[in-house]
Protein backbone atom coordinates (compact mmCIF):
# COMPACT_ATOMS: atom_id res chain seq x y z
CA UNK A 1 0.00 0.00 0.00
CA UNK A 2 1.45 3.39 -0.77
CA UNK A 3 2.19 5.76 2.22
CA UNK A 4 -0.97 8.40 1.32
CA UNK A 5 -3.32 5.80 0.43
CA UNK A 6 -2.23 4.31 4.39
CA UNK A 7 -2.84 7.64 5.59
CA UNK A 8 -6.09 7.85 3.68
CA UNK A 9 -7.17 4.96 5.24
CA UNK A 10 -6.17 5.74 8.60
CA UNK A 11 -8.06 9.82 8.18
CA UNK A 12 -10.85 7.52 7.07
CA UNK A 13 -11.05 5.07 10.34
CA UNK A 14 -10.52 7.89 13.03
CA UNK A 15 -12.95 10.39 11.15
CA UNK A 16 -15.81 7.64 11.08
CA UNK A 17 -15.18 6.52 15.08
CA UNK A 18 -15.30 10.22 16.01
CA UNK A 19 -18.73 10.66 14.12
CA UNK A 20 -20.15 7.59 15.44
CA UNK A 21 -19.26 8.46 18.59
CA UNK A 22 -20.46 12.14 18.19
CA UNK A 23 -24.21 10.61 16.88
CA UNK A 24 -24.25 9.05 19.81
CA UNK A 25 -23.65 11.27 22.40
CA UNK A 26 -25.64 14.33 20.24
CA UNK A 27 -28.72 12.29 19.44
CA UNK A 28 -29.01 9.52 22.06
CA UNK A 29 -33.05 10.35 23.95
CA UNK A 30 -33.22 10.25 27.32
CA UNK A 31 -34.30 6.46 28.37
CA UNK A 32 -37.88 6.09 27.92
CA UNK A 33 -40.12 5.20 31.20
CA UNK A 34 -43.64 4.35 31.03
CA UNK A 35 -45.58 6.28 33.85
CA UNK A 36 -47.93 3.96 35.66
CA UNK A 37 -51.24 3.00 34.10
CA UNK A 38 -54.38 4.78 35.76
CA UNK A 39 -57.20 2.74 36.95
CA UNK A 40 -59.12 1.94 33.20
CA UNK A 41 -61.87 4.74 32.81
CA UNK A 42 -65.55 4.53 33.12
CA UNK A 43 -67.08 3.83 29.39
CA UNK A 44 -70.21 3.97 28.08
CA UNK A 45 -71.29 1.50 25.33
CA UNK A 46 -74.27 3.70 24.13
CA UNK A 47 -71.03 6.31 23.12
CA UNK A 48 -68.71 3.99 21.15
CA UNK A 49 -67.32 5.71 17.99
CA UNK A 50 -67.24 2.80 15.91
CA UNK A 51 -64.66 2.27 13.08
CA UNK A 52 -63.93 -1.01 10.78
CA UNK A 53 -61.37 -3.33 11.46
CA UNK A 54 -61.55 -5.58 8.71
CA UNK A 55 -64.11 -5.63 5.88
CA UNK A 56 -64.63 -9.48 6.95
CA UNK A 57 -64.56 -8.96 10.21
CA UNK A 58 -68.14 -10.02 12.19
CA UNK A 59 -67.54 -7.73 15.40
CA UNK A 60 -68.21 -4.02 15.63
CA UNK A 61 -64.83 -2.17 17.05
CA UNK A 62 -65.37 1.25 19.32
CA UNK A 63 -64.78 3.30 21.96
CA UNK A 64 -66.16 6.07 24.24
CA UNK A 65 -64.28 9.27 23.60
CA UNK A 66 -64.26 9.68 26.94
CA UNK A 67 -62.20 6.81 27.58
CA UNK A 68 -59.25 8.16 25.95
CA UNK A 69 -56.63 9.77 27.09
CA UNK A 70 -53.10 11.17 25.73
CA UNK A 71 -50.32 10.77 28.48
CA UNK A 72 -47.80 13.67 27.69
CA UNK A 73 -45.26 12.31 30.19
CA UNK A 74 -45.02 8.86 27.90
CA UNK A 75 -46.22 9.86 24.76
CA UNK A 76 -48.99 6.75 25.41
CA UNK A 77 -52.41 6.83 24.29
CA UNK A 78 -54.73 4.91 26.52
CA UNK A 79 -58.65 3.66 25.58
CA UNK A 80 -60.93 1.20 26.40
CA UNK A 81 -61.66 -1.02 23.03
CA UNK A 82 -65.08 -2.71 23.29
CA UNK A 83 -65.61 -5.56 20.63
CA UNK A 84 -69.05 -6.62 19.99
CA UNK A 85 -70.71 -9.66 18.10
CA UNK A 86 -74.32 -9.21 16.67
CA UNK A 87 -75.19 -12.17 19.32
CA UNK A 88 -74.60 -9.29 21.54
CA UNK A 89 -71.31 -10.87 23.33
CA UNK A 90 -68.42 -7.90 24.52
CA UNK A 91 -64.96 -8.07 24.89
CA UNK A 92 -63.77 -5.08 26.22
CA UNK A 93 -60.08 -3.83 27.03
CA UNK A 94 -58.27 -1.56 28.54
CA UNK A 95 -55.11 -0.76 26.14
CA UNK A 96 -52.28 1.84 25.49
CA UNK A 97 -50.54 2.68 22.01
CA UNK A 98 -47.01 4.13 22.19
CA UNK A 99 -46.91 5.80 18.54
CA UNK A 100 -43.11 5.96 18.43
CA UNK A 101 -42.45 2.22 18.16
CA UNK A 102 -45.82 0.62 17.12
CA UNK A 103 -46.45 -1.50 20.15
CA UNK A 104 -49.27 -2.06 21.91
CA UNK A 105 -50.11 -3.43 25.35
CA UNK A 106 -53.05 -4.34 27.26
CA UNK A 107 -53.50 -3.72 30.86
CA UNK A 108 -57.11 -5.47 31.11
CA UNK A 109 -59.83 -7.19 30.34
CA UNK A 110 -63.82 -6.24 31.68
CA UNK A 111 -65.91 -9.25 32.88
CA UNK A 112 -69.69 -8.66 32.98
CA UNK A 113 -70.31 -8.65 36.43
CA UNK A 114 -68.53 -5.15 35.61
CA UNK A 115 -65.44 -6.21 37.11
CA UNK A 116 -61.85 -5.14 35.78
CA UNK A 117 -59.41 -8.20 35.78
CA UNK A 118 -55.76 -6.65 35.28
CA UNK A 119 -52.73 -9.29 33.46
CA UNK A 120 -49.75 -10.06 35.15
CA UNK A 121 -47.02 -8.39 33.76
CA UNK A 122 -48.24 -6.96 30.40
CA UNK A 123 -45.72 -6.59 27.89
CA UNK A 124 -45.88 -4.22 24.69
CA UNK A 125 -46.03 -6.14 21.73
CA UNK A 126 -45.34 -5.05 17.92
CA UNK A 127 -48.70 -3.38 16.02
CA UNK A 128 -47.69 -4.94 13.04
CA UNK A 129 -46.96 -9.23 14.53
CA UNK A 130 -49.42 -11.53 13.82
CA UNK A 131 -52.22 -11.16 16.75
CA UNK A 132 -55.77 -12.39 17.33
CA UNK A 133 -57.09 -8.93 16.04
CA UNK A 134 -55.58 -6.05 14.43
CA UNK A 135 -57.94 -3.65 16.46
CA UNK A 136 -54.87 -1.72 17.86
CA UNK A 137 -52.87 -1.34 14.40
CA UNK A 138 -56.47 0.00 12.46
CA UNK A 139 -57.47 2.53 15.92
CA UNK A 140 -53.68 4.14 15.49
CA UNK A 141 -54.10 3.82 11.77
CA UNK A 142 -57.75 5.80 12.35
CA UNK A 143 -56.30 8.20 14.09
CA UNK A 144 -54.74 7.69 17.59
CA UNK A 145 -51.02 8.32 15.85
CA UNK A 146 -49.76 10.60 13.53
CA UNK A 147 -46.76 8.34 11.91
CA UNK A 148 -44.98 7.93 15.29
CA UNK A 149 -46.60 10.43 17.68
CA UNK A 150 -49.80 10.39 19.21
CA UNK A 151 -52.67 12.43 17.67
CA UNK A 152 -52.97 16.06 19.34
CA UNK A 153 -55.98 16.22 20.95
CA UNK A 154 -58.66 13.53 22.16
CA UNK A 155 -60.59 15.94 19.80
CA UNK A 156 -58.18 15.11 16.97
CA UNK A 157 -58.51 11.97 17.43
CA UNK A 158 -62.47 11.32 17.58
CA UNK A 159 -63.04 13.59 15.21
CA UNK A 160 -60.69 11.27 12.38
CA UNK A 161 -62.51 8.18 13.72
CA UNK A 162 -65.82 9.73 13.22
CA UNK A 163 -64.91 11.20 9.74
CA UNK A 164 -62.72 8.88 7.08
CA UNK A 165 -60.89 11.12 5.31
CA UNK A 166 -60.71 13.37 7.95
CA UNK A 167 -56.87 13.49 7.90
CA UNK A 168 -56.89 14.49 4.07
CA UNK A 169 -58.52 17.83 5.03
CA UNK A 170 -56.26 18.67 8.13
Known amino acids: MKPW ?3 LVACGIVLGLSSAAWAQTTFDEPEW ?3 DAPPPPAFDVG ?3 TFEVSPNSALVYGIDPAAI ?3 KSDGLVRYVMAASSSS ?3 NVLYEAIRCSTGEVKTYASYSS ?3 WSWLD ?3 WRSLYESMPS ?3 LRFAQAGACDGATPALSVDILVRRLKTPGFRAAE
Open 5 to 7: SAS
Open 33 to 35: KES
Open 113 to 115: PGQ
Open 88 to 90: GAR
Open 69 to 71: TLS
Open 121 to 123: KPQ
Open 47 to 49: KLV
Open 134 to 136: RHA
